[in-house]
């Protein structure tokens, strides 16, 4: 294997490779030495930045740099070494990447056979895996479309090209996991499309769906969150209202030289853009809503009694907003914008996480019910976790390094303290 890798990173990097070639190669890779798989590394990102048709080479190399630059830094703060990690309250899954660091890139970006970068010089004890008798598989592209009438169209079984119109617009699903609105033009009379048709999409657990809306933003849903929209947008404004997670990529619309604001309303904020990225958690289980903001400007304002307050802040990018319910009053925080959208680049990202907000994390991905068990350390968990493997090599990681342990039965999980 050690002459012959050179042609399995050129087809990984074109995603032409097989699963057992990815296996044998995962097997060589874990025997060799940490300089020999720095070389491996360099050598892949040669392959990817060289590469004709990189299959989404530039979110790969980029979780590729942020990735290593985060091994490399906990490297040098120690924060690797086991042994101190009992006399600390963080425990940082970067520990089981101790000898196979660099692999984790090829793994995290690759089919979800993260269970191989687990094995180590003993036996995994995979105690979750054991418990689970059918394990719990990642979430996917799931979600239902209401129309203005109340008929429901579970976009799932829908097929390619047009399912539906409303106001004259043309709705398709041109992928598994994207839908589009037609462009919202005047029609051949020169009449403007009709105003006022809501449509609304929800995800359940284990769901997300992607959103084009007529205007041209862009929008994803992350599970158990849906968005509520006019399939034509009024001429002053355009309005929605979401609840759950969303992230947005907010179209530049003006009419008459004048910029048509985008509105987002979620629980008791709201939040008014031009064009912009921003992120909102708005589940009803957390105990904020986060507002956060990517490029461009927004502002927020919270919302008493149905109209909106005097508390009103200004976003500029990396910053986020922290509203609690039934609170006028807005923080704002500095923030690590790839933590708020991992979800939407198909990972997830822990960074001082407790044990309760990984596991309302992971509850809504993989459709948990996740219950506790006595008191619970107070550990906290840091780094990186592929969207696409199953739960259980989840659950090993966190019960092997965090304190942790877990009861599985159909879908609920019990967490508790290991005794």
């Given at each position: 294997?050690?002459?012959?890798?050179?042609?399995?990173l050129?087809?990984?990097?074109?995603?032409?490779?097989?699963?057992?070639?990815?296996?044998a190669?995962?097997?060589w890779?874990?025997?060799?030495?940490?300089?020999?798989?720095?070389?491996?590394?360099?050598?892949?990102?040669?392959?990817?930045?060289?590469?004709?048709?990189?299959?989404n080479?530039?979110?790969?190399?980029?979780?590729?740099?942020k990735?290593?630059?985060?091994?490399d830094r906990?490297?040098?703060?120690?924060?690797?070494?086991?042994e101190?990690?009992?006399?600390?309250?963080?425990?940082?899954?970067?520990?089981?990447f101790?000898?196979?660091?660099?692999?984790?890139?090829?793994?995290?970006?690759?089919?979800?056979?993260?269970?191989?970068?687990?094995?180590?010089?003993?036996?995994?004890?995979?105690?979750?895996a054991?418990?689970?008798?059918?394990?719990?598989?990642?979430?996917?592209?799931?979600a239902?479309?209401?129309?203005?009438?109340?008929?429901?169209?579970?976009?799932?079984?829908?097929?390619?090209?047009q399912?539906?119109s409303?106001?004259?617009?043309n709705?398709?699903?041109?992928?598994?996991?994207?839908?589009?609105?037609?462009?919202q033009?005047?029609?051949?009379?020169?009449?403007?499309?009709?105003?006022?048709?809501?449509?609304?999409?929800?995800?359940?657990?284990?769901?997300?769906?992607?959103?084009r809306?007529?205007?041209g933003?862009?929008?994803?849903?992350?599970?158990?969150?849906?968005?509520?929209?006019?399939?034509?947008?009024?001429?002053?404004?355009?309005?929605?209202?979401?609840?759950?997670?969303v992230?947005?990529?907010?179209?530049?619309?003006?009419?008459?030289?004048?910029?048509?604001?985008?509105?987002v309303?979620?629980?008791?904020?709201?939040?008014?853009?031009?064009?912009?990225?921003?992120?909102?958690?708005?589940?009803?289980?957390?105990?904020?809503?986060?507002?956060?903001?990517?490029?461009?400007?927004?502002?927020?304002?919270?919302?008493?009694?149905?109209?909106?307050?005097?508390?009103?802040?200004?976003?500029?990018?990396?910053?986020?907003?922290?509203?609690?319910?039934?609170?006028?009053?807005?923080?704002?925080?500095?923030?690590?914008?790839?933590?708020a959208?991992a979800?939407?680049?198909?990972?997830?990202?822990?960074?001082?996480?407790?044990?309760q907000?990984v596991?309302?994390?992971?509850?809504?991905?993989?459709?948990?019910?996740?219950?506790?068990?006595?008191?619970?350390p107070?550990?906290?968990?840091?780094?990186?976790?592929?969207?696409?493997?199953?739960?259980?090599?989840?659950?090993?990681?966190?019960?092997?390094?965090?304190?942790?342990?877990?009861?599985?039965?159909?879908?609920?999980?019990?967490?508790?303290?290991?005794?």
């Amino acid at each position: 294997m050690e002459e012959n890798y050179y042609p399995f990173l050129e087809k990984y990097a074109e995603n032409r490779h097989t699963e057992e070639e990815h296996q044998a190669f995962m097997r060589w890779f874990n025997s060799i030495s940490p300089v020999e798989a720095r070389n491996v590394m360099d050598r892949y990102q040669h392959i990817l930045k060289n590469s004709a048709e990189p299959a989404n080479s530039d979110i790969y190399s980029d979780l590729i740099g942020k990735i290593e630059d985060r091994i490399d830094r906990m490297e040098q703060e120690q924060v690797l070494d086991y042994e101190d990690e009992h006399e600390t309250d963080v425990v940082s899954l970067w520990w089981y990447f101790r000898r196979f660091a660099v692999a984790a890139v090829l793994v995290l970006i690759g089919i979800g056979s993260y269970y191989i970068l687990m094995q180590k010089s003993k036996p995994a004890k995979n105690i979750a895996a054991q418990a689970l008798e059918s394990d719990a598989a990642p979430g996917g592209n799931k979600a239902m479309l209401t129309l203005a009438d109340g008929s429901v169209i579970n976009l799932n079984e829908a097929g390619d090209g047009q399912i539906a119109s409303q106001s004259g617009i043309n709705i398709n699903k041109v992928t598994d996991g994207q839908l589009v609105y037609g462009k919202q033009l005047e029609d051949r009379d020169g009449i403007p499309n009709k105003t006022g048709i809501y449509n609304q999409i929800t995800t359940p657990k284990a769901g997300q769906y992607q959103i084009r809306l007529s205007d041209g933003t862009n929008v994803w849903l992350n599970s158990l969150s849906s968005i509520r929209f006019p399939a034509v947008f009024s001429a002053d404004e355009r309005k929605v209202e979401i609840t759950g997670e969303v992230y947005f990529e907010v179209a530049k619309v003006s009419l008459n030289k004048k910029r048509v604001p985008f509105m987002v309303v979620s629980n008791n904020q709201i939040i008014e853009v031009i064009g912009t990225h921003f992120n909102v958690n708005s589940y009803r289980d957390e105990s904020v809503v986060k507002t956060t903001l990517l490029e461009g400007s927004v502002k927020v304002s919270t919302i008493a009694e149905g109209k909106i307050s005097l508390e009103t802040v200004k976003l500029k990018p990396g910053e986020q907003s922290i509203v609690k319910p039934k609170q006028a009053a807005i923080a704002v925080e500095k923030v690590d914008t790839e933590s708020a959208v991992a979800w939407q680049k198909g990972y997830f990202k822990f960074k001082d996480t407790s044990i309760q907000e990984v596991m309302r994390q992971l509850s809504r991905w993989y459709d948990l019910d996740v219950v506790y068990s006595g008191p619970l350390p107070q550990d906290q968990f840091t780094g990186y976790v592929s969207k696409k493997v199953a739960i259980s090599s989840i659950l090993d990681i966190l019960e092997e390094g965090g304190g942790v342990k877990f009861k599985v039965k159909d879908k609920q999980v019990e967490v508790s303290a290991v005794e």
